[in-house]
């Protein structure tokens, strides 16, 4: 009996381990759908919007899906009159891989945006409505 206790531990400690590692899978929501879709987090690992630029037209839609290196949020920083920077941004931090939201834009101009916590290593980005 005193060889099972040692096994027993283990399989107590592995068991919540891969929970931790499989749950995100089954927990992330499958991204809208989207006229434009940007990765929050490069595929090479780097702190970075992919596309860091992209270009719609107005009443199109950009889905934002968290890629690497979580936490990842978009904040607006500017954005063309008519339209509200703050009512944009979606503040909420995005831990779980493939954690999705999605703007729709209906005024044209140039709205830029980052990730609050990865701003200062240049985790910035740009929508360009026509």
Sequence with gaps: MKFLAPVFKRIALIVP???LIIAPVFL???PASADASVKMGAD???LAFEPSKVEISAGESVTWVNNKLAPHNVVFEKAPAGADADALSHKQLSFSPGESFSQTFDTPGEYTFYCEPHRGAGMVGTVVVN
Excluded: V
């Design 17 to 19: 381990a891969l929970l």
């Design 44 to 46: 090479n690992g780097m």
């Design 28 to 30: 992330s929501a499958a």
